[in-house]
DNA sequence: GACCGGTCTGACCGCATGGTCAGAAATTAG
DNA sequence: CTAATTTCTGACCATGCGGTCAGACCGGTC
């Protein structure tokens, strides 16, 4: 079975060993970090020569890639659908914060990981593979929200971008605490910001009781 | 003269070329990144051969601390009378705000270089050598200001800590977000984000006018 | 038994890395 | 002009990298 037949077709072995090796690799580099992360190590944390690498995945690029899709698509899935049970926006906007750093919170590897990666991830013309900006998935979502809150008049009248980017990064700075020093009690920490940010969008003359 | 007499009686030559040097470090950092940044690359930009980075400093990982250490006392040089000339903290945190995304708006290379260091950077241990944290220097600042205003009931009573890093975040952010996209009029971007941190801190009842 | 496709190993390749060093070149001192 | 000192070069070293590959191994099927 040669590399990169993504979701077809799979044999067993090879579904298990693309698991395995997905999850030896984010554990090496929330470890070690990106840079220390070669194909050697994480083929010895699995187990494994280095060629099984070679023989499920078309490259070390590939592999990163794939645990980045996972790893995004595993929080998205944990975060989407409490995100549509809210009711306000600015319900939304707490539980986002919220969601966030409760998955993150219990997948301390795949935080430590995605991080490693996503600023030193390049590609071959040397440019950041995946660049902070407007266009992260995250920020995309977040500003949306705000949009939509603005238009039903639920929210005070100011520009997303700023908020929408604080916040992402309020959360991943959240995070970065905790596993900093891990003493951090993390809910305590989600209320606060979510204080935060509803104070920062809530029209100025209608205070809450 | 050998290496790492830093500070004292330094030849003319010595002085210059550690700056150069030192250049050259920011200048490749910011454009390939941290992985990317060797001595050979170093020197190719300084024009000159890799043995004069060795003569002048005891090792790589020495001159990555030193531009570390360049930058933060450039940026603090910059952003520190600002911060002692303005009145009340809410004032200075709107002031801290402006000032340091106007320093870094002004240096670009600074900035990404720095981005890129603290993040990859590594002891021997594998460990981070500029763990995120409250220790950080910046979240200092921000935690000691705003416990020096709420000691004066100048702002609403929470934890410091939460909005300090959101606070230093939102500037590294806004910060990124212009170097992705110069486009961007970072004015106006930090005006909101004073705006967001001002609805943070203000006491509920107490709306200026 | 022989055969076969899927899986895996361990040795190997070319290359870049951080660091070292003898000696050349440039500068300064007498 | 010579001698001493600082500065610099270019070749060299050991190490680790991502990637490749011939052949061993393994569970089935005739």
Redesign the pocket.
Known sequence: ?RSDRSGVEQ?F??EA?RRQLLQATIETIAELGYG??????IAQRA??????I???FT???RLIELVVDHVYASSWAAVQPRLAGAGTMTEKLATFVHAEIQYYGSHRQQLLAIGSIVVNHRCADGSLHYPPGAEASVVRVLVDLLRAGQERGELTSFDPLPLAVTVDRAITGALEQWATDPEIDLQAYADELARIFEAAVRPLMTEMP
Chains 1, 2 share one sequence.
Do not use: F, N, P
């Open positions: 079975m044999t072995i090879e060993r220390q992360a070669s194909l050697a190590r187990g494994v020569s280095k060629g099984v070679a023989y499920h490259s070390k690029d």
